[in-house]
Nanobody, 130 residues
Framework: RVRLLESGGGSVQPGGSLKLSCVAS????????LGWFRQAPGKEREGVIV????????YYSDSVKGRFTISRDSAQNTMYLQMNDLRPEDTAMYYC???????????????????????WGPGTQVTVSS
């Protein structure tokens, strides 16, 4: 299993920015699903941005397109989520997750969000309010 630890959450005003980090302890291969999820109070967990580490496929939530970007520093085994133009509806606990079985990226996003498939970090809280 891969151990994941998120950081970088906090409180920010609408329109502000935050950059989340996720450090992995363990091997993340070139055929993993890897990405960010979030869960707002009273709502279901949802995928934010998820990638196939071998390149190509990416999942983006429509609500974050054009505002959030994902990046990786493989040498540091770290993944980032740059969040710009934050809105109150972005308030949530943010999680990073990965799974070595990534034959169907979009299917995995759904299963991970609803059933917790894969390895997960404990989360970092993001609060957007004025």
């Amino acid at each position: 299993r891969v151990r994941l630890l998120e950081s970088g959450g906090g409180s920010v005003q609408p329109g502000g920015s935050l950059k989340l980090s996720c450090v992995a302890s363990g091997y993340i291969g070139s055929s993993n699903c890897l990405g960010w999820f979030r869960q707002a109070p009273g709502k279901e967990r949802e995928g934010v941005i998820v990638i196939y580490t071998g390149g190509g496929s990416r999942y983006y939530s429509d609500s974050v397109k054009g505002r959030f970007t994902i990046s990786r520093d493989s040498a540091q085994n770290t993944m980032y989520l740059q969040m710009n133009d934050l809105r109150p509806e972005d308030t949530a606990m943010y999680y990073c997750a990965t799974d070595s079985d990534c034959t169907d990226l979009f299917g995995w996003v759904e299963y991970a969000a609803t059933r917790g498939f894969g390895d997960w970090g404990p989360g970092t809280q993001v609060t957007v309010s004025s």
